[in-house]
């Protein structure tokens, strides 16, 4: 049983460490890495330091800054608000979340919702949406020809499309 406990007198391969690491050199690790990190910091608040002192002094001061010539604790909002939309170029921060989304929202609605031109010229239209989807419906998505078809001529299809809407001869036929 004891020669079972001792495997590594026969097989030298499977032995294990039988001293542990040296105190000195944890000291030694530690103290090494302390020092670094007080020279670090003594590095980068000399950075700052020279940062903050080449700053030039004339520069526009932020506009936010607590530490500004007029008192901004007795402002009002609005008088606030007036005095950031002077300073501030734009994009700006929104000041009215609420308000502002229903403007945006009401516009949007206005233009989903109603017909205009998006390109008279080139003659391109925009229509309501419903109406958009009942002529979806009515006519169908459009598809592509099959392969080793013919794809009709605009000609063609621009007559198909006069007869679909020509509404003098459905009277006519009544």
Not at 35 to 42: A, C
Not at 134 to 151: D, F, K, S, W, Y
């Amino acid at each position: 049983m004891m020669d079972e406990l001792h495997s590594d007198e026969r097989n030298p391969e499977t032995g294990f460490e039988r001293e542990d690491m040296a105190p000195r050199s944890v000291y030694a690790f530690l103290i090494g890495l302390a020092l670094f990190t007080v020279l670090s910091y003594v590095a980068l608040k000399g950075f700052y330091v020279f940062l903050n002192a080449y700053e030039k002094p004339g520069s526009v001061p932020n506009a936010l800054s607590p530490n500004q010539s007029s008192d901004v604790s007795h402002q009002t909002h609005a008088e606030m608000s007036g005095h950031i939309g002077e300073t501030f170029p734009d994009p700006r921060l929104e000041q009215n979340e609420r308000i502002e989304i229903d403007g945006f929202r009401s516009r949007e609605e206005k233009i989903l919702n109603s017909y205009g031109w998006l390109d008279k010229p080139g003659g391109a239209v925009r229509i309501p949406i419903d109406r958009a989807m009942e002529l979806i419906a009515q006519r169908g998505l459009p598809t592509r020809p099959q392969t080793g078809t013919v794809p009709p001529s605009t000609v063609q299809l621009t007559r198909e499309a006069a007869k679909k809407s020509d509404t003098s001869q459905a009277q006519k036929k009544k």
